[in-house]
């Protein structure tokens, strides 16, 4: 059985993580920052994994979320993985990251998403989007609330809101 105490060296890491995602980067220079500070954290992150560091539900959380900020399917998976093993194991966050995991790893491999977790920033029209494709028609009426992953509108109202008060 895994120790049950948190890595707090990952902890670190995925507020570093969710710090970046606070802000808005409007720049290639500040995208590249950030896709540069992200690909340490995963470096970090596979480390931890090969030296046996990410066993509890956070850990599994924490990893998942890092993860799931790369570029490859095969990282959307794990972070899948992650999700799913922590969810599993009563943590309710990892819910809607089994959702938004599902739908970057199904994007990556070129399919539409399903739970209508993924969206884009126009820098047009400085305004968040859906990405698109997306095939929701196959979901459970109550999945979406199960998962806790809210409307695409309540979504855009959120997403947006940052803009407004950046």
């Not at 931890?48 to 956070?58: A, D, K, L, Y």
Request: proline fraction near 5%; hydrophobic fraction near 35%; glycine fraction near 6%.
């Amino acid at each position: 059985m895994p120790p049950e105490t948190d890595n707090l060296k990952l902890e670190e890491l995925y507020l570093a993580d969710q710090g970046d995602r606070s802000k808005v980067y409007d720049s290639p220079a500040g995208l590249k920052d950030l896709e540069q500070r992200d690909a340490m954290r995963r470096a970090l992150v596979g480390e931890m994994i090969s030296r046996g560091e990410v066993s509890t539900p956070n850990d599994l959380y924490h990893a998942a979320v890092i993860l799931l900020h790369g570029g490859e399917p095969t990282q959307f998976l794990t972070a899948h993985r992650f999700a799913c093993m922590a969810a599993i194991n009563g943590h309710r966050p990892s819910r809607w990251l089994m959702a938004a995991t599902l739908d970057r790893f199904l994007m990556a491999v070129g399919q539409p998403q399903v739970y209508g977790t993924q969206f884009e920033h126009d820098r047009q029209s400085n305004q968040y989007q859906l990405r698109l494709p997306i095939d929701d028609a196959q979901i459970l009426s109550f999945e979406k609330k199960f998962f806790n992953v809210p409307t695409v509108s309540e979504r855009l109202s959120q997403l947006n809101g940052r803009l407004s008060n950046k």
